[in-house]
């Protein structure tokens, strides 16, 4: 009755897609393509495999073939939202290893701009992500952690215990008017300025999307269109 | 409480005597510009009362206060150990023969109703549902 009976009936989800953030030269594309035919992967929804696609800030989807890969999805996109370019992203990456393979993760300040979407579902993981890597490191922090920390924990108590020990730069405030609310140390105050703040992103990202979800929906009827029987047409 | 300090980058900790411990390992100790980190084992040292004398004492917020015992314990993992137990969960997800096919996400704007789905359990060919609930 618990996690595993709440994943079987599809209300609790474990990632199950690999989403790759490339970068989008042309060497690049064709070494990706080269690699996605390795794994017999088709497209399976709009837009189709395109530079300018990704460029414009689509994601395109993949299912594997392949007998070791199959039914897997792959996500494959270049632009994110309020994300920096590649070649930023790439300096602050996260290497691990696993079986003697190497992963480049994106570093986690920048997966926490990524989830900022209009998803209910990212800001949980967005709050957590925060809380995670804040009890793990508060004891010795860096200045670069602090700054995290004040720009993106979405806990108001943590935030609290956070402000008791340390001032904040006069920028932050800037950055995040919420953080002026830290005075008061009232978490229904700021659990209240952390649901505004979340809607005024949320709220942003649609407005990205509405262009672009345009863009999608003539793409699909492109596609319905092309894949209909035309009527009166007979052999 | 915490108020605007120079424009500058520099993160200041607060001036005051602050004692802050988490509960059951360290306590972090404040003295000005100063940080100690003493171990709860070290609290009974020659000397480290007199010092701790007259400071505050502020606890750390537990993980456990915020997210509850499981998710906590899942917050004290090392990221090694939380991707080991992810394996474990995708063992268990296909032995009751879940899905490769995302959820629906009706929120994404990538949604696509029309896009094909597998269709299919790619997980254990086994699992059948012998029995349903009313609902």
Redesign the interface.
């Known amino acids: 009755m618990g996690g595993q009976a709440c994943v079987f009936y599809g209300a609790a989800e474990f990632s199950r897609d690999t989403d790759l953030a490339i970068l989008a030269s042309s060497e690049n594309l064709a070494r990706l393509k080269k690699s996605l035919a390795d794994l017999k992967a088709d497209v399976i929804a709009v837009p189709q495999f395109e530079a300018k696609y990704l460029r414009k800030g689509h994601a395109v989807h993949f299912r594997c073939n392949h007998p070791e890969a199959l039914g897997m999805r792959v996500d494959v996109m270049t632009k994110m939202r309020g994300v920096d370019a590649f070649p930023k992203l790439w300096t602050r990456r996260t290497t691990i290893e696993v079986d003697g393979s190497t992963i480049e993760l994106m570093g986690l300040p920048d997966l926490v701009q990524a989830k900022k979407t209009q998803r209910d579902k990212d800001w949980p993981m967005i709050r957590r992500l925060v809380e995670v890597n804040y009890f793990a490191n508060r004891e010795t922090p860096t200045k670069d952690q602090l700054r995290f920390w004040f720009l993106e924990l979405r806990t108001p108590q943590l935030l609290i215990e956070l402000a008791r020990q340390n001032r904040i730069p006069a920028q932050l405030f800037r950055q995040r008017p919420l953080l002026t609310a830290l005075e008061s140390e009232d978490e229904s105050l700021l659990a209240k300025l952390l649901i505004d703040e979340e809607e005024k992103v949320r709220g942003a990202d649609r407005q990205y999307w509405m262009p672009l979800k345009k863009e999608l929906e003539a793409l699909r009827h492109a596609r319905i269109s092309r894949t209909k029987p035309t009527a009166g047409r007979r052999a | 409480?915490?108020?605007?300090?120079?424009?500058?980058?520099?993160?200041?900790?607060?001036p005051e005597r602050?004692l802050?411990t988490?509960g059951k390992v360290?306590a972090?100790y404040?003295v000005g510009f100063f940080t100690t980190?003493l171990r709860r084992n070290q609290l009974n040292f020659p000397g480290c009362q007199r010092l701790l004398r007259g400071a505050k004492l502020?606890l750390?917020?537990t993980?456990e206060?915020?997210?509850g015992e499981e998710?906590a314990s899942w917050?004290?993992l090392s990221?090694q150990e939380r991707?080991h137990e992810?394996e474990k969960?995708w063992q268990?997800?296909f032995y009751?023969g879940?899905?490769?096919?995302?959820?629906p996400?009706t929120?994404?704007?990538?949604f696509?109703p029309?896009?094909?789905s597998?269709g299919v359990a790619?997980g254990r060919p086994g699992m059948r549902i012998l029995r349903r609930s009313r609902v």
């Open positions: 409480m915490s108020s605007p300090a120079s424009d500058d980058d520099a993160f200041q900790p607060m602050t802050f988490s360290v972090i404040r980190i502020c750390m917020i993980p206060e915020i997210v998710w917050y004290r990221p991707w992810s969960l268990v997800y009751l879940g899905s490769l096919d995302a959820q996400d929120q994404s704007p990538f696509d029309g896009a094909p597998m790619h």
